[in-house]
């Protein structure tokens, strides 16, 4: 057994894990480099309009001069172990932030000084909602012409509603933006005109202008107030000497972080390297370790596998963050590098040394460690071990996947795997020489298993390789990566949205009896149930159509046992596979089980799963149908001199436009879209625009769809 000391739990004490999320081009990349080059990791400010990034290594980020994969770094700050996940903040790639957010404790969110809340901002807020990951924000570019901090604080209370506590004043607007002044030590930071190229361009430390004292003043007391409204202990404080205390403050804004009842808000300029250290600060002092967030709980891995509860679930095994507990540990994603297959993981408790053994819990098979690496994007420093609080990439590993739990074999664990979105447009992918068709199917094999996001099949009807993704910019970076590392010429088809089917009008009380003799054990199920369309959604959550499915039973006098009811739903669950309508996906349905018989001796669950899934095949036959198509919500930046031709184009395309303003000579319209009009969209607005328009999109739901039905 190891030997563990308090030194131990100090160190986890000491760990921060956090991401980097944001809305495309607010930053995010220039201020993980920054972060890079401040804490003396990196000796040269990476720029992404030169390539020359850390975090953007692979070629497309690179040739994009977008972030396409989540990418891990470590540093060192002030004694502490900061790792660090750069994430995507294309819409096409929100399944890298939702495994990235699913082993992280803590995350800055970047917003834009001059825009303000984007879209893709609410969706990776949303995602961080759903994970219960403590935030800061950090309003970058305050550089910018147009740039205005309180515009931005005030987006992120309306479109995001949480409470921002803003913590510093910019000094000087714009062009002339030096440096912030620091609210809770009521001190100046500046930094040189140029950002400085020393290995750390540490701030200049002084007292607060006299022309912005005042100024100064009111917004600590706005500050203090703020505080003092959420958090007891500051208001008692408050309310006995009328101010207070730097420390009390900052205790009360480290709680405040941590339980999601406050937004600590900094600013500053990343490409100018303004603001990074005060942001560490931040990061350091109110985003928690891995000792401040409940344990890691899950279910006992010696049942069979199976998913397990949430990390912040009530229910399961626990496994606190202590190197002495039983080792428990994450995979959230698996890349092909050229030193081996990596599997980065996060580990939740334990410690795990080069060449130990441990449990993969969903192929229930031991895997051996063959070595621990500290991620510098791509690359890699060798440990002798890795400990609770950890992220880390494994080498040896063969069986896992993103999702998989590695855990001590005498003490089996299963954890809640990240989630996967269902794949919303698909294309077909060949190669372009029959010689070169396994060599396509291998690299098409692996790029799901790097990517879960991205699936893989093959058309019943057409025989075609059909590759499914989150998007049409996620299948072109997909298949362009094959390309590129292997080589092979591929022909890609047009992209295809992924439609769904649901009950426009139900039918009550079919009666479906399953009935089958021929020889030996009979089968008998007799089911009558009624369908119905769910309710209809608010207005922009779904785009009017409702989705999901609800199974009830309304029998009486045990006329069918439980455990038949069960295989009821589970054969109506089968059943939604294929519509009547083309085949797709049923969604938006209620079904109710309202009577059935047995027999005594020829039912059984299998005869009642049959009879359930051939009933609802049946029942859906008889309903009224409609056809339903993914939809996004398109905003749109263009000149106000050609809003009117962009308007046109959208109409065209049977958007819906929901809001448009105006902000500095630009024009922000936002409209609803079908998902399948905006394939080549971005080309048709660089040509209205002569390059000046730009768009972003994020999902929204489904809508019902023109009555020609498309093919599968």
């Not at 082993?103 to 219960?132: I, K, M, N």
């Not at 199917?441 to 390789?465: I, K, N």
């Not at 902000?663 to 002569?690: D, W």
Request: a neutral charge.
């Amino acid at each position: 057994m190891r030997n563990h000391t308090d030194r131990d739990l100090t160190r986890v004490s000491a760990v921060r894990n956090l991401g980097i999320l944001a809305h495309v081009d607010a930053g995010k990349t220039t201020v993980t480099e920054r972060i890079l080059y401040a804490t003396g990791t990196t000796h040269k400010r990476g720029e992404v309009h030169e390539g020359t990034t850390v975090t953007d290594f692979d070629p497309q980020e690179r040739d994009r001069g977008i972030t396409i994969f989540a990418a891990a770094v470590s540093c060192e700050w002030e004694g502490h172990r900061v790792n660090l996940i750069d994430t995507p903040g294309h819409v096409d790639f929100a399944d890298e932030v939702e495994r990235s957010l699913r082993v992280l404790d803590g995350a800055v969110a970047v917003f834009d000084a001059v825009a303000g809340v984007e879209p893709q901002s609410e969706s990776v807020w949303r995602q961080a909602d759903r994970h219960g990951v403590p935030r800061i924000a950090f309003v970058n570019k305050l550089d910018r012409s147009g740039a205005d901090l309180d515009a931005a604080v005030d987006s992120v209370r309306e479109r995001l509603h949480p409470a921002p506590l803003v913590v510093q004043l910019p000094i000087g607007a714009e062009d002339a933006f030096v440096g912030v002044v620091d609210l809770l030590r009521m001190r100046a930071l500046t930094w040189s005109a140029d950002g400085g190229d020393a290995p750390v361009d540490a701030p200049v430390d002084a007292p607060v202008p006299a022309e912005m004292r005042e100024e100064a003043l009111r917004r600590r007391r706005l500050l203090e107030e703020a505080v003092a409204e959420r958090h007891p202990a500051a208001l008692e404080e408050f309310c006995d000497q009328g101010t207070l205390s730097a420390r009390t403050l900052s205790a009360a804004l480290r709680d405040l972080t941590r339980t999601g009842d406050g937004l600590v808000v900094l600013c500053g300029s990343a490409y100018r390297n303004r603001g990074i250290q005060p942001l560490l600060d931040a990061v350091v002092a109110y985003l928690p370790s891995p000792l401040d967030v409940p344990p890691v709980r899950g279910a006992d891995g010696a049942g069979g596998g199976g998913g397990g509860a949430g990390r912040r679930d009530t229910a399961g095994e626990q496994r606190p963050a202590d190197p002495r507990a039983p080792f428990a540990a994450l995979a959230f994603k698996v890349a092909a590098m050229p030193t081996g297959r990596l599997t980065y993981l996060r580990v939740y408790s334990g410690t795990i040394e080069k060449g130990d053994t441990v449990w993969e819990s969903g192929t229930r098979r031991t895997e051996r460690i063959g070595r621990i690496l500290r991620v510098q994007a791509d690359r890699h420093a060798q440990l002798e071990r890795a400990v609770a609080g950890d992220i880390v990439a494994v080498v040896g590993l063969k069986a896992a996947r993103a999702g998989s739990t590695l855990c001590a074999p005498e003490a089996p664990l299963v954890l809640e795997p990240p989630g996967v979105a269902a794949p919303v447009v698909s294309v077909a992918v060949e190669a372009r020489t029959g010689a070169d068709a396994d060599r396509l199917a291998s690299a098409l094999a692996r790029s799901a298993e790097e990517d879960p996001s991205l699936v893989v099949r093959t058309d019943p009807e057409t025989g075609q390789t059909v590759l499914s993704g989150m998007g049409e910019l996620h299948l072109e970076v997909a298949v362009e990566k094959i390309r590129r590392s292997l080589g092979l010429e591929i022909a890609v088809g047009r992209p295809r949205v992924t439609y769904r089917e649901t009950v426009a009008r139900g039918v009550s009380g079919l009666v479906f009896r399953h009935v089958k003799q021929d020889g030996g054990a009979g089968q008998f199920a007799h089911v009558v149930l009624d369908v119905e369309p769910l309710d209809v959604e608010p207005p922009g959550a779904g785009g009017g159509a409702a989705t999901g499915f609800v199974f009830r039973s309304a029998v009486v006098g045990g006329r069918v046992p439980q455990e038949y009811v069960r295989a009821v739903e589970a054969g109506c669950r089968d059943a939604l596979a294929e519509g009547p309508l083309g085949g797709h996906p049923v969604t938006g349905l209620r079904v109710t089980l309202t009577d059935g018989a047995t027999h005594v001796k020829d039912s059984s669950e299998t005869a009642f799963r049959t009879a359930g899934r051939l009933g609802l095949r049946e029942a859906l036959r008889r309903c009224a149908m409609v056809l339903l198509e993914p939809v996004v919500e398109v905003t749109v930046t263009v000149p106000e001199s050609v809003v009117g031709g962009v308007l046109g184009d959208l109409a065209g395309r049977r958007g819906r436009v929901t809001d448009s303003t105006v902000r500095g000579g630009s024009a922000v319209v936002t409209a609803i879209v079908p998902l399948s009009e905006l394939f080549g969209y971005a080309t048709r607005l660089r040509s209205r625009t002569q390059g000046r328009g730009a768009f972003s999109a994020r999902p929204t739901g489904y809508a019902p769809a023109p009555t020609a039905t498309p093919a599968r």
